[in-house]
């Protein structure tokens, strides 16, 4: 979860906003196009929700747990609402994302509080709701009803909110998001992406370069492509080509000034052969790739509806190895998914074995309402997917740890991106995507310096600046 936090705004602004962002880094690009569209209103970006008029909760559906949360936090919003109400102020609560586009109107019923909601194919519109949204309570005002305004758009409009989304504002210590594709037509069983994002939608190639260049004006050196289904791209190119994710990406490393691209999330049905090239071609493509398989058992990943089978996902990783031996790969894994055996998961610890992991995201299966998998038979216990889930675990931190020590030693390129809680002290991240802390000057906080990695954890490494390597690209 990220906040979206005040930058260098002026004081003289009348109006502020806070965006909480839960889930994928689609959703962090969104609140940061949803501040843009909110600053010709006025609104400065706050700290915290007290400070705000307007909030924000940019939502993930992905899991019970993580849609659950939004009404703990609305139950809070509507306290301070309440407070500043009998104070004789007000607070304007928006809901937007994932969960707004699922739920939909049952969100201002289970938390009447709620003014505003907001589907992710419709933050363009954010200005015309909230206008709404005044008008609305001026009425209920006059009537002396306290609820919220309730007004709703979770429409998938005809027109694409990136062509009416004002562009990219600026890039923080040197590495921004670039969304490139939304939505997905793949309809795996577990998942409701297809359902909250709405249909496979490429952005065209035009536009694309022009944010890029944008982005690098700005101060960008790195580049993360973002999509769905990020590799399964296709956009319209000027000249009525359409161009895959590889010709895209070696067009991009084409931009002067960028010294480091990534992309994700992908699909190993969609890692085509010339896309698997560009990793051993263009030197800015980092050596790390994210992507999902959930299952190592091909009658799971049939059930998931993966469309592939363990042996192609074991080939893409070959061949990747081939071209770019140093590749770091990361996955998503889902434990439990409905009729998973205790040989089907053993299939799943073999492929890790196997393929071993520089880092991995792993979930227990949650049964999302609307999804075919929701009403399969033979759901796993919890219990059962807790062991599941706490052995897959162990494994993959095992393999994280071998991989982080494996780098001590080595003196590698590490950009830059935040202070960290020590005084004195960076944080930054190697091409494998590892967090690195070393000691040295926050003026390096967007920039590509040299680092002797000299201690290994679970989740990060230690490191010295190797003096004198400022300023180095890559
Ligand atoms: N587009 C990506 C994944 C997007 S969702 C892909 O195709 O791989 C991110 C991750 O959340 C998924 O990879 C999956 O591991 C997990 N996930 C999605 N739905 C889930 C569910 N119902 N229960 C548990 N994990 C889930
Ligand atoms: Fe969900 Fe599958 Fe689409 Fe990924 S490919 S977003 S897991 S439906
Ligand atoms: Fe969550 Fe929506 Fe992203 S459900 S993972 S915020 S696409």
Redesign the pocket.
């Known amino acids: 979860m990220k906040d979206v936090r005040a930058g260098s705004e002026g004081q003289c602004q009348r109006k502020r906003v806070f965006i909480r962002t839960y889930g ?1 880094q689609m959703n962090v690009y969104d609140s940061d196009r949803m501040a843009d569209v909110l600053r010709p209103l006025g609104y400065a970006l706050a700290d915290t929700p007290e400070q705000a008029d307007l909030v924000v909760l940019n939502t993930c559906h ?2 019970e747990h993580a849609s659950e949360k939004v009404y703990s936090e609305l139950g809070r919003l509507r306290d301070t609402k309440a407070e500043r109400r009998a104070a004789g102020g007000d607070l304007t609560i928006a809901v937007a994302g994932c969960v707004a586009q699922a739920e939909g109107e049952e969100i201002a019923r289970r938390q009447p509080a709620v003014d505003i909601v907001v589907g992710p194919q419709a933050y363009h519109r954010l200005p015309e709701l909230l206008a709404e949204a005044e008008r609305k309570l001026a009425i209920l005002r006059a009537g002396k009803r306290l609820p919220g305004a309730g007004v709703l758009d979770t429409e998938f409009p005809a027109e694409s909110k990136f062509d009416h989304l004002p562009s990219p504002q600026g890039v923080r210590a040197g590495s921004a998001f670039l969304s490139i594709q939304e939505g ?1 037509d ?1 309809f ?1 069983t ?4 297809p359902y909250t994002r709405g249909a496979e939608y490429s952005r065209p190639v035009s536009a694309v370069l022009a944010e890029a260049r944008q982005l690098v004006a700005a101060g960008a050196i790195e580049l993360t492509l973002l999509g ?2 990020v590799n399964a791209y296709h956009g319209e190119a000027p000249d009525g080509a359409t161009w895959s994710l590889a010709r895209l990406i070696r067009e991009l490393a084409e931009i002067e000034g960028v010294a480091r691209l990534r992309y994700t ?3 190993p049905r969609d890692m085509d052969d010339d896309l698997i090239r560009a990793h051993g071609e263009v030197p800015q493509l980092m050596p790390y790739l994210h992507l ?1 398989v ?1 299952s190592g058992s091909d009658r799971i990943l049939e059930a998931m509806n993966r469309r592939h089978g363990r042996a192609l996902f074991l080939d893409i990783v070959d061949r990747l190895r081939s071209v770019r031996p140093d590749l770091a790969l990361s996955s ?3 434990v439990g998914f409905p009729g998973e055996s205790d040989a089907d998961f053993d299939d799943t610890m073999r492929l890790i074995d196997q393929v071993g992991f520089a880092s991995a ?8 309402p609307g ?1 075919p ?1 929701a009403t399969l038979q033979d759901q796993v216990p919890e219990s059962v997917k807790s062991a599941r889930l706490a052995a897959l675990q162990a494994l993959l931190g095992r393999q994280a740890r071998e991989f982080n020590a494996s780098k001590v030693g080595a003196t590698v390129p590490v950009l830059f991106a935040e202070s960290g809680r020590k005084p004195g002290q960076i944080i930054g991240k190697t091409p494998w995507l590892q967090s690195v802390y070393a000691e040295g000057n926050p003026r390096l906080i967007g920039h590509v310096v040299d680092v002797r990695l000299i201690e290994g954890h679970p989740n990060s490494l230690a490191g010295e600046i190797v003096t004198g390597s400022y300023g180095v690209a890559a």
Do not use: A, E, L
């Open positions: 994928c992905i899991r997905c793949k795996c577990f998942c409701v992406v769905q289904n999330t992908s699909h999902p959930q998503d894994f889902i995201f792993s979930f227990k299966y949650s049964r999302r999804t998998g």
